[in-house]
């Protein structure tokens, strides 16, 4: 069955520390897979996606994720954190043959120490 | 460029009574996705429409739940009745054809069900 997995619930880091994000997925084929931010109260954005390609994707808000497909991993990497990062992220997993049909991790809440 | 907007922000209701959320999504995405949002999950997708047209709702309670999406523009989603555990955060979302399936996101309606 395809799945998403978010092994970290909470992640706490300082301000200009880096950070990882950990995703890691279940899927019969070579999938589509997206990282999205939810900031309180709002809708979520697409931060970057990886279809195919070079393995290492790079995206809005200087985030970057890389495509291991030995480990089933798309982490989320940013070198420098901001405060203004602080926020839900979540990782996605897509591309039903035709229909196109997001499954969802259950989210990493990010907080961010001054 | 107007985003996907959705009314309304808010709703409290008593189990057993009806509700209904609307979506007006961005203009000219023919596809429109209702998700649903428990506190702590990832996002679920509940209906998937292609202009008017149903193609997934295979997660959708369709007992309680029903979604319509006329001239295939805006949508509504209802739930009638309403039980405790339908509280939650509806979000709705668009996407354009031939695009890089790019989700844009409602800032949902969190309804309360007591």
């Known amino acids: 069955a395809q799945s998403v997995t978010q092994p970290d619930i909470h992640i706490t880091v300082s301000e200009g520390a880096s950070l990882e994000l950990r995703c890691n997925y279940s899927y019969g084929a070579t999938p589509y897979l997206f990282w999205y931010v939810q900031s309180p109260g709002q809708g979520l954005q697409l931060l970057l996606k990886y279809f195919s390609g070079d393995t290492l994707v790079q995206g809005i808000k200087g985030f970057e994720a890389e495509f291991k497909r030995s480990q089933s991993s798309f982490n989320l990497r940013k070198p420098s954190v901001h405060w203004s990062d602080a926020a839900e992220y979540f990782c996605a997993v897509g591309g039903t043959g035709g229909t196109y049909k997001y499954i969802f991790g259950t989210g990493t809440r990010l907080k961010v120490l001054a | 460029e107007a985003g996907v907007a959705q009314s309304p922000r808010y709703k409290i209701i008593e189990k057993r009574q009806s509700v209904a959320f609307w979506c007006n999504p961005i203009?000219?995405?023919?596809?429109l996705y209702w998700y649903q949002q428990i506190l702590g999950q990832g996002p679920k997708l509940l209906i998937q429409?292609?202009?008017?047209?149903?193609?997934?709702d295979s997660q959708l309670p369709k007992d309680r739940f029903s979604a319509e999406r006329l001239k295939g523009v805006d949508s509504t989603l209802k739930i009638q009745p309403a039980k405790l555990e339908d509280s939650a955060v509806y979000l709705c979302?668009?996407?354009?054809?031939?695009?890089?399936?790019?989700?844009?996101f409602g800032s949902g309606t969190q309804l309360s069900v007591l």
């Open positions: 979302a668009s996407s354009y054809p031939g695009g890089d399936e790019k989700l844009f």
């Open positions: 203009s000219g995405h023919a596809t």
């Open positions: 429409f292609q202009n008017n047209g149903v193609v997934d």
